[in-house]
C-alpha cells in the first residue's frame, strides 16, 4: 500500500526564518510529487509541483526532490505569520493511479 | 478561468437521512475526486471518476456512492447518515493525462454537518 508519511507538527519557526517541511514515500514508482497549503476550514491550494530530481524555486518556496532515497522537501524562505497553515505532500503515479496524500505538518510562523 | 465549483456550501442533516453533494470541474478536466476530511484530520480518498466511470474507492462503506454526469460534473450520495459523518467533503479535479504530470485543483468544499 502507497503511503506518504509527514511529520504532523506543529513546526514552529521565527519570522524571517527558513521553514523546512519534509516528507517521505514508499511507492518507488512514483511520478509527480505535490505540496499543498491549506488553512484552517479552507480547501488546499497548490503550492508546487516537482516531478524531476533535484531543486525547483518558485518565489519564497522551494521543492526539493530525491528519487533515491524517497523523499520531498518543501523549504520556505522568509517565513511570514500568513504561511501559518497545514502542508500537505501528495504523490501521483502514472495514468490509473490516484493521489495519495499525507496527513500534513502544521507550521506555526512566530511573529 | 473558473475554479472547482461545490454545492452546497453548508448542509445540515440529522442521523439516517440521505445527503447529496455536488461538484462542477474545471473546464476541460475529466477527472473528479472526492475526500472526506473530519475536523483535525488528514484527506481520507472517497472516490475518483473519468470520463463517466468510477475509476478508484477509498475505504468507505457503499453507504457512500457517487456518479460523474456527461458535463464532468459529479455528485456524491451519503446514504443513512451518521454522526461520524460530520465533515468536510472536498471535490478536486484534475485533467486527463497520460503520464503523471495531471494537478488537482480543489473546490472549497462542502461543510456536512449530521445531528
Known amino acids: 500500500q502507497k503511503e506518504v508519511e509527514q511529520n504532523s507538527g506543529p513546526l514552529s519557526v521565527p519570522e524571517g526564518a527558513i521553514a523546512s517541511l519534509n516528507c517521505t514515500y514508499s511507492d518507488r514508482v512514483s511520478q509527480s510529487f505535490f505540496w499543498y497549503r491549506q488553512y484552517s476550514g479552507k480547501s488546499p491550494e497548490l503550492i508546487m509541483s516537482?516531478?524531476?530530481?533535484g531543486d525547483k524555486e518558485d518565489g519564497r518556496f522551494t521543492a526539493q526532490l530525491n528519487k533515491a532515497s524517497q523523499y520531498v522537501s518543501l523549504l520556505i524562505r522568509d517565513s511570514q505569520p500568513s504561511d501559518s497553515a497545514t502542508y500537505l505532500c501528495a504523490q501521483k503515479g502514472n495514468y490509473g493511479q490516484n493521489f495519495v496524500f499525507g496527513p500534513g505538518t502544521r507550521l506555526s510562523v512566530l511573529p | 478561468e473558473a475554479g472547482v465549483t461545490q454545492s452546497p456550501t453548508h448542509l445540515i442533516k440529522t442521523r439516517g437521512q440521505q445527503a447529496t453533494l455536488r461538484c462542477s470541474p474545471i473546464?476541460?478536466?475529466?477527472?473528479v475526486y472526492w475526500y472526506q476530511q473530519a475536523l483535525g484530520l488528514g484527506l481520507q480518498f472517497l472516490l475518483w471518476y473519468d470520463e463517466g466511470e468510477e475509476r478508484n474507492r477509498g475505504n468507505f462503506p457503499p453507504r457512500f456512492s457517487g456518479r460523474q454526469f456527461p458535463n464532468y460534473s459529479s455528485e456524491l450520495n451519503v446514504n443513512a447518515l451518521e454522526l461520524e459523518d460530520s465533515a468536510l467533503y472536498l471535490c478536486?479535479?484534475?485533467?486527463?493525462?497520460?503520464?503523471?504530470?495531471?494537478?488537482?485543483?480543489f473546490g472549497p468544499g462542502t461543510r456536512l454537518t449530521v445531528l
Open positions: 478536486a479535479s484534475s485533467p486527463w493525462a497520460v503520464d503523471s504530470t495531471d494537478t488537482q485543483y
Open positions: 473546464s476541460g478536466h475529466t477527472s
Open positions: 516537482i516531478y524531476s530530481n
